[in-house]
């Protein structure tokens, strides 16, 4: 049982340029989250997903898409990348009333 | 919208000393849950204890434990017998306790340095 995994752990990316997040969870839960923390800062919800298919803004989504095909997945997708969005981004997972269940973290860099 | 508050910084203490960590809230809800998160350097955010807004009783485990006063909207993290693995960020949230997305809303966190 992995819980949550992350991919990849460490990425350098050039202004302008596009990448996506991988989030893969086993614990066949509904609800998955996507977090951005910037230095000395907690984390800021960006997407989040009740369910597959279904997906909804967060505090912070400007720059980001997502999608939510499969209950296991949920990808957050980077376009034209900004040195604002320079941080460490978390996924999560939860299953009704059930703490929230973090990956190990994802840290980008935007040059 | 809920906000979370941790006044504190950074706080410190002596191992196998105990250490109160602040928390604060606002919401208008009467449902909901709170937790305290530790983030060690390795970045993983680990749950170390939770709280349901209608119990009464105050959450433990283990070393730790809160002090849940739901008039004041306060939810101090106590940590017994401080070690030095009990250094780290700690962030305290808040959740809804309905609504279906169990959105996680952060404090800024407060780092916790144990002296040996």
């Known amino acids: 049982n992995a819980g949550v995994t992350q991919t990849p752990k460490f990425r350098i990316l050039k202004i302008g340029q596009s990448m996506t997040l991988q989030c893969t969870q086993d614990m066949n839960h509904n609800y998955m989250y996507w977090y951005r923390q910037d230095p000395g800062m907690g984390l800021k919800l960006i997407y989040y997903s009740v369910g597959a298919g279904i997906t909804d803004k967060g505090e912070v989504p400007n720059g980001y898409n997502v999608s939510r095909s499969t209950t296991e997945d949920f990808p957050l997708r980077l376009e034209l990348a900004a040195p604002s969005q320079t941080s460490v981004y978390f996924c999560a997972s939860s299953g009704s009333y059930n703490e929230q269940f973090f990956g190990p973290g994802t840290r980008l860099t935007v040059l | 919208a809920q906000t979370v508050t941790q006044s504190q910084p950074e706080m410190s203490v002596q191992e196998a000393e105990t250490v109160t960590l602040s928390c604060t809230y606002d919401t208008s809800e009467s449902d909901y849950y709170l937790f305290w998160y530790k983030q060690p350097p390795s970045r993983q955010m680990i749950l170390v204890i939770r709280?349901?807004?209608?119990?009464?009783q105050n959450a433990t485990e283990n070393r730790f434990s809160v002090n849940f006063q739901k008039a004041a909207k306060s939810f101090s993290l106590k940590i017994s017998d401080s070690q030095l693995g009990d250094a780290a960020m700690y962030f305290c949230a808040y959740r809804p306790g309905q609504g279906g997305s169990e959105k996680l809303v952060f404090g800024k966190g407060t780092k916790l340095t144990v002296n040996p």
């Open positions: 709280q349901e807004a209608y119990k009464q």
